[in-house]
């Protein structure tokens, strides 16, 4: 009866023990952990690496910018002198460069060289100063030219007691190409007792840059001299008393 009466008894359940709860992090291997870090460690690198060139360049193109401005600074102070006119007043002058101008330059070169060569008087002390700073002023081609006119033309015209006067219509320069070219265009009027002779003039010349001196303060020797033109345009008489 025993047996029969615990066989309709409930069974008791048997209960598990309660199962542990695990977390990511312990189910996580040690060496993923570390990989995690390492990435990290490189990822920070990276960054500090990028945000100093950054700091560099930045760095770098601001002192370039301070001393771009600084040689601009330093360059217009250069070119600015004051001065005093002797009334407690200062003005300001500014320096400009020896061929800031140089179409100037050579335009007064052409014009001072036919004035030495056509502005001729009867005066043979006047003639030669002016032939020797003529020469100072030309090559071996104006040398050709003068020996070309001779001396027998300034003989003549000291024997006439004739006298020219040379005048500047225009040059025309071009300083783009070196040598320089230019093309004088004047007048000659020679003045003797019976009348007054008008010869046209037009010349060509190259100039070439030398050493600036007292006799050449322009610092410009020409050559390639070529009389263009001499011709005729009238002749007036003088008036009979």
């Keep these: 009866m025993k047996k029969i009466w615990e066989s309709f008894r409930p069974k008791k359940k048997t209960t598990k023990p309660d199962t542990p709860i695990i977390s990511d992090a312990e189910h996580t291997p040690a060496t993923t952990q570390r990989l995690d870090c390492l990435m990290n460690i490189d990822t920070a690198f990276k960054k500090t690496r990028l945000i100093a060139i950054l700091s560099l360049a930045l760095s770098f193109l601001f002192g370039v910018t301070v001393m771009v401005v600084a040689m601009s600074m330093v360059s217009k102070g250069k070119g600015k002198i004051y001065i005093t006119n002797g009334y407690g007043n200062t003005l ?29 008087s009867p005066d043979p002390s006047e003639i030669e100063k002016s032939l020797n700073e003529v020469l100072l002023m030309g090559d071996a081609s104006v040398k050709a030219f003068l020996d070309k006119r001779g001396d027998a033309y300034y003989k003549k015209l000291i024997s006439n007691s004739a006298e020219i006067k040379y005048t500047l219509d225009s040059v025309k320069v071009n300083t783009k190409i070196y040598p320089y070219k230019a093309v004088q265009y004047g007048k000659e009027v020679v003045q003797t007792s019976v009348g ?40 007036v008489e003088r008036e009979q008393k």
């Design 92 to 120: 300001t002058a500014y320096q400009i460069a020896a061929n800031e101008n140089r179409e100037a330059e050579v335009k007064a070169q052409v014009r001072t060289f036919h004035s030495l060569l056509y502005d001729i």
């Design 196 to 235: 007054f002779l008008v010869k046209n003039l037009v010349t060509t010349l190259d100039l070439r840059e030398v050493a600036r001196t007292d006799l050449n303060p322009h610092g410009l020797l020409i050559g390639n001299y070529v009389v263009l033109k001499n011709n005729r345009l009238r002749f």
